[in-house]
C-alpha cells in the first residue's frame, strides 16, 4: 500500500532528477554534505567572530572594508543565484539549450565574483599592508572568506563539467539529477555569503 | 502535499518564473535595507546586530524555499531533518564559541 503510493508519486508528480532511486537517494544524500558544509562555515564564522577584535595594532575591520565593493559582490552573487534558479526552472521544462544557457551566465558571474574578490585581497594586502599573518582578526577572516572563494571557484569547474556532460548528453535522469545538484551547492554558497555579508561587513561597520 | 506540489509544477512549467523573480527582488530589497539599517541609522549596536542577522536568517530562507526545494522528493523528511540538525550544530558553534570565549560585553 504505502510503496504503491510512493511509486505512483514519483512518476506523476516529480522531476526528472527524482525519477530514479538512486537519483533519488544521491539528493538527500547531497543535502547531508551540505549540512555539513554548514558546520565547516559555522566553524569558521565562530572563529572569526571571537577573533575580530583582536587586531594586533593592525587595520581593523572600519580601516579596511568599503562598501562599493562589497555591494557589487554581494549583488553579483545575488544575481547569480538568481540565474542558476532559472537554469533549474528550464531544467524542469526539459530545455536544455535553455538550462545550458543560464548554466553558463551563472559561471560568468561566478567569475566576475571571484575576480571582485580577489581584487579586494589584493588591494588590503597591497595597500592597506592586511595579509593573513598581520593579525588574529585578518587570519579569520582571510581564512573564512578564502574557504568561500575556494567553493565559488570549485563551484564554477564543477559547472562547466556539468555543461560538457549536458552538451554531449543532453537531459537524462542523470545529466538532471547532476545539473540539480550542482545548482543547490550554487544556492549554498549564497547563503553563506549572506551570513558573511552580514557577519562580517555590515558587523565591521556596525561596531 | 502532493497536491500543493501538483501546482508548484504546473507553475514551474508554464510561463513566467515569479518564484525566482520574487527570490530575487526580496534578496536584494534586504541586503538593502541591511545595509541601511547598518551604516544609514545609528541604532544602538546590539538592537542593530539583532536586525541585521534576523534578516539574513529570512534571506537564508528564502533562498531554501524559493531556489533550492527544500521540500521536494520522495521523502522530503529526510533532507530537511539533515539540514536542520546542520543549523542546529552550526548555531550551537557559533553562539557557543561566542559565548564562552567573547563574553566580556
Not at chain 1, 558546520?39 to 571571537?50: C, K, M, N, P, R
Not at chain 2, 529570512?58 to 539533515?82: D, N, R, S, Y
Amino acid at each position: 500500500m504505502m510503496d504503491s503510493l510512493l511509486s505512483q508519486k514519483n512518476k506523476s508528480t516529480l522531476p526528472l532528477e527524482y525519477s530514479t532511486e538512486e537519483g533519488d537517494l544521491r539528493i538527500v544524500g547531497f543535502w547531508i554534505f551540505l549540512a555539513a558544509e554548514l558546520v565547516l562555515f559555522g566553524t569558521l564564522f565562530g572563529t572569526y567572530l571571537v577573533l575580530q577584535s583582536h587586531t594586533a595594532g593592525g587595520p581593523n575591520a572600519h580601516d579596511l572594508f568599503e562598501i562599493g565593493p562589497v555591494m557589487a559582490e554581494t549583488i553579483v552573487l545575488l544575481v547569480s543565484s538568481f540565474t542558476c534558479g532559472l537554469s533549474t526552472m528550464e531544467l524542469r521544462r526539459h530545455n536544455n539549450k535553455g538550462l545550458i544557457g543560464w548554466l553558463i551566465i551563472t559561471i560568468l558571474l561566478g567569475l566576475v565574483f571571484v575576480g571582485l574578490e580577489a581584487n579586494e585581497f589584493y588591494t588590503y594586502a597591497a595597500h592597506e599592508g592586511a595579509t593573513l599573518s598581520t593579525s588574529a582578526f585578518l587570519s579569520g577572516f582571510f581564512i573564512l572568506l578564502g574557504t568561500h572563494g575556494c567553493h565559488v571557484s570549485l563551484g564554477i569547474v564543477w559547472i562547466i563539467g556539468i555543461l560538457l556532460q549536458l552538451r554531449k548528453r543532453g537531459i537524462t535522469p542523470v545529466t538532471a539529477r547532476k545539473a540539480f545538484m550542482v545548482g543547490l551547492y550554487w544556492h549554498f554558497l549564497d547563503v553563506v555569503w549572506i551570513f558573511i555579508f552580514t557577519a562580517v561587513y555590515l558587523t565591521g561597520w556596525v561596531i | 502535499m502532493s497536491e500543493n506540489q501538483n501546482q508548484v509544477m504546473k507553475q514551474e512549467h508554464a510561463g513566467f518564473p515569479w518564484k525566482q523573480v520574487i527570490g530575487l527582488v526580496l534578496s536584494l530589497a534586504l541586503t538593502f535595507l541591511a545595509l541601511w539599517i547598518a551604516v544609514g541609522l545609528s541604532l544602538p549596536v546590539h538592537v542593530t546586530l539583532t536586525i541585521i542577522v534576523g534578516l539574513a536568517i529570512f534571506q537564508a530562507f528564502i533562498q531554501l524555499f524559493m531556489f533550492m526545494h527544500v521540500t521536494e522528493g520522495t521523502e522530503p523528511v529526510h533532507q530537511v531533518i539533515g539540514i536542520l540538525f546542520g543549523i542546529y550544530v552550526a548555531f550551537a558553534v557559533v553562539a557557543g564559541t561566542i559565548w564562552i570565549l567573547a563574553y566580556t560585553i
